[in-house]
């Protein structure tokens, strides 16, 4: 009932700004809706790492439950992308809408429009947020990073390529207890799992810890291709989950950037 009288009272708001286009509340209003869903919803966010502040920022990050919304959702400013079955869900599509979802259909003759929709996002200065798995996992591992959604970063404004940092986020703790493999699953949010028992589960369980570890930026100049920027950006992004779920997330591996030589930075066409 909370939750649904905090949307009833923020939406309004919101559509009045983007009718306006009053770009200060329609950047940070969001950002406060999620943060105070994660407190109704009892989940705590621990964060790691500096977000990037480069205007605009691609954010990839992996995938776990429609939690992930909320919790990213209310500690970055920007535009999600999504698949495009989730404009067709009942309620949730109004609020992923209203705050401007990307939505991304796989069919190839599609495939085209999504990109170009976040090539213009981008070039506009907003922030984009990206899950390149492609669909949500267990929690327990990262899945592979698809490096045709990595195509934006390809993107260049004022002859500079676009910042990308990769964001990695775990559900690492159920009431101050360290969850496990087997309980790690119950807030992941995959495969055919119905989404209203689930949620309906998930809210009942109790205080849940987040751990969102944000990564040093990258792009594509100084990783050479779209392909190494995926597998580098995966990488990270996998390591932060291992770290997180074994609950030293203090702990990362250092990857080491591809040294600068000239051939392989230059942007491919």
């Given amino acids: 009932m909370s939750y649904l009288l905090l949307t009833i009272v923020a939406l309004p708001f919101h559509l009045v700004a983007l009718a306006l286009r009053i770009r200060p509340v329609v950047r940070w209003l969001p950002v406060l809706y999620h943060r105070m869903v994660c407190v109704l919803l009892g989940i705590k966010v621990k964060v790691n790492g500096q977000r990037s502040t480069v205007m605009p920022t691609l954010f990839v ?13 209310g500690r970055i400013p920007g535009c999600f992308v999504a698949k495009a079955e989730v404009a067709t869900w009942p309620f949730f599509s109004t609020l992923a809408k209203a ?6 259909d796989r069919r190839s003759s599609k495939t085209s429009n999504s ?3 976040m090539l213009k996002r981008l070039d506009t200065g907003d922030n984009l947020m990206l899950f390149p798995e492609g669909t949500s996992s267990d929690g327990t591992r990262v899945l592979p990073f698809r490096s045709a959604l990595f195509a934006v970063a390809q993107l260049r404004r004022d002859d500079k390529p676009i910042v990308v940092q990769p964001v990695a986020i775990s559900y690492t703790r159920l009431d ?5 493999r087997y309980w790690r699953p119950l807030f992941a949010w995959f495969g055919d ?20 570890t944000f990564f040093p930026p990258v792009d594509i100049d100084r990783l050479g291709d779209r392909k190494k920027l995926a597998e580098y950006c995966f990488q990270q992004v996998s390591a932060g989950v291992q770290a997180a779920n074994s609950g030293r997330p203090d702990l990362l ?17």
């Fill in 61 to 73: 990050c992996n995938h776990v439950s429609y939690l992930d919304i909320e919790v990213l959702g």
């Fill in 99 to 104: 705050q401007r979802t990307i939505f991304v």
């Fill in 115 to 117: 990109r170009d929709e």
């Fill in 176 to 180: 101050g207890i360290p969850l496990g």
């Fill in 193 to 212: 799992l119905d989404l209203v028992p689930h949620l309906w589960q998930m809210v009942c369980l109790g205080e849940t810890e987040a751990v969102v």
């Fill in 253 to 269: 591996p250092s990857l080491d950037l591809p040294s600068l030589d000239p051939a392989a930075a230059a942007p491919r066409p």
